[in-house]
T-cell receptor, first 112, second 110 residues
């Protein structure tokens, strides 16, 4: 059972570069979300989706873009990387609202 | 006031001790509550749900106090392997995605 799969696990970017963090789930979950986790800050919601074709902003959306063309995939795009985006990024999915969230293993991103 | 607050700790306890964490939430319409465990450099994983009537799973007990707007996690007979960060997750009324607390660090020492 793959669950939630994130790629890559590690990435180093130069300031100004763009990239896409991939997230895929095989549990047919409608709800998917992206969080970033920084020391002392906990998990902060970037963007989320309640189904294919539907996305919305979370607490810290600036500098990030998402799309949800299929139920399985929810990629996160960094438009122009900045050192402030150095963080650990987690993708999560859940069957419906108010239910357990399953997390991917995380992507450790460093922007230099 | 932050929507979901936790004491970051660390809570440093000896093996066999009982330890309790609280998580306060500000939105009285919050409906669902969970505790997650996160090991160092790993993803959060569900530890247990928190029901209105309380929930017990082995050495772990979770409770909800709606009047005071907090949830608690009690760990009895602490093990070295319980060392981790414990995150609470709260669904506001009408929200599909949980809000997480910053986490409470637990260190169990011999």
């Amino acid at each position: 059972n793959a669950g939630v799969t994130q790629t890559p696990k590690f990435q180093v970017l130069k300031t100004g570069q763009s990239m896409t963090l991939q997230c895929a789930q095989d549990m047919n979950h409608e709800y998917m979300s992206w969080y970033r986790q920084d020391p002392g800050m906990g998990l902060r919601l970037i963007h989320y989706s309640v189904g294919a074709g539907i996305t919305d902003q979370g607490e810290v959306p600036n500098g990030y873009n998402v799309s949800r063309s299929t139920t399985e995939d929810f990629p996160l795009r960094l438009l122009s990387a900045a050192p402030s985006q150095t963080s650990v990024y987690f993708c999560a999915s859940s069957f419906s609202g108010n239910t357990e969230a399953f997390f991917g293993q995380g992507t450790r991103l460093t922007v230099v | 006031r932050k929507e979901v607050e936790q004491d970051p700790g660390p809570f440093n306890v000896p093996e066999g001790a009982t330890v309790a964490f609280n998580c306060t939430y500000s939105n009285s319409a919050s409906q669902s509550f969970f505790w997650y465990r996160q090991d160092c450099r790993k993803e959060p994983k569900l530890l247990m749900s928190v029901y209105s009537s309380g929930n017990e799973d082995g050495r772990f007990t979770a409770q909800l106090n709606r009047a005071s707007q907090y949830i608690s996690l009690l760990i009895r007979d602490s093990k070295l392997s319980d060392s981790a960060t414990y995150l609470c997750a709260v669904f506001r009324g009408g929200s599909y995605i949980p809000t997480f607390g910053r986490g409470t660090s637990l260190i169990v020492h011999p």
